[in-house]
């Protein structure tokens, strides 16, 4: 069972790396950006580091929960992830399309 917990934390902080090194690349276009879209885009990099706040307390939580009640979070952390993983990507798009 600790396997499986240890496992599901990896993936989770792996994904989470993974998008805050996207982030970093989007701030950087975001820095280059004109000053009007500078604001807007500032405040949806924001929006973003806060969801990604939400899923490293997710995470802690699981990593500090008991061996019997970890699974029971599994699908509370799922949905914070996949909502900062969605809020990522359109973002993302949406830098590429400027």
Known sequence: MMAKREAYIASIKAQL?????????MEERIAAS??????QYTKE???LHAQ???V???????KSASES??????????KVR?????SCHYFKA?????
Do not use: C, G, P, Y
């Open 52 to 54: 990604a706040q939400q």
């Open 82 to 86: 996949d909502a900062f993983v969605n």
């Open 34 to 39: 004109k000053e009007v879209l500078h604001e």
């Open 17 to 25: 790396d993974e998008l805050n090194l996207s982030m970093t690349e």
């Open 69 to 78: 009640n970890w699974e029971s979070m599994i699908a509370t952390t799922e």
């Open 56 to 62: 490293r307390e997710k995470l802690d939580e699981i």
């Open 45 to 47: 990099m924001q929006k």
């Open 94 to 98: 949406q830098l590429q399309d400027k």
